[in-house]
């Protein structure tokens, strides 16, 4: 990753940290263009059609200016396994047997490639989240349709998404 999209990495999590702070969890996606953009969206995660739709609207601004970088985070819910990353929506309920809240996020550059990855946090016994830094996923992946970012990589490499 290099300094720029770490930069736009940096930032957006940031943003999502603030708003996980106030109990919101947007999709937040940063577009390095001209004007750089920042763009959110609360319905994010409510269901495959809503993240893919703001991914496309991104998508649209992306190319509206020229964007050749960008960064996309969200708040979610991840359980690791041996063979396996489950990711889910973030909630008001429990969490579950080995699952941990994530700022789950992934950062391209046109010219570099992607990078996904996660920010890991904990809450205080008051609710309050204490996030670590952020982490690249170093492990085989292996994208469909519904990874973060899938459709903005998509539309802007000019192939149409599922």
């Known amino acids: 990753m290099n300094d720029e999209t770490e930069a736009l990495l940096l930032d957006v999590v940031a943003r999502v ?88 996020w992934t950062t391209c550059d046109l010219a570099e490639g992607v990078d996904y990855g996660r920010v890991p946090y904990t809450r205080r016994p008051d609710g309050t989240p204490v996030f670590d830094d952020p982490e690249i996923v170093t492990v085989a992946l292996r994208p469909s349709e519904h990874t973060l970012g899938h459709t903005l990589l998509r539309v802007l490499c000019g192939t149409p998404p599922g």
């Open 17 to 104: 940290s603030k708003a996980v702070e106030t109990r919101d969890c947007p999709a937040i996606v940063v577009l390095d263009g001209n004007p750089r953009l920042v763009l959110s969206d609360y319905d994010y995660l409510r269901n495959q059609a809503t993240a893919r739709a703001f991914e496309r609207r991104a998508a649209d601004k992306a190319k509206q200016t020229g964007a050749t970088r960008w960064a996309l985070a969200v708040p979610m819910v991840w359980l690791i396994t041996p063979d396996s990353i489950a990711a889910r929506p973030v909630s008001n309920h429990p969490l579950r047997e080995g699952e941990q809240e994530v700022i789950m």
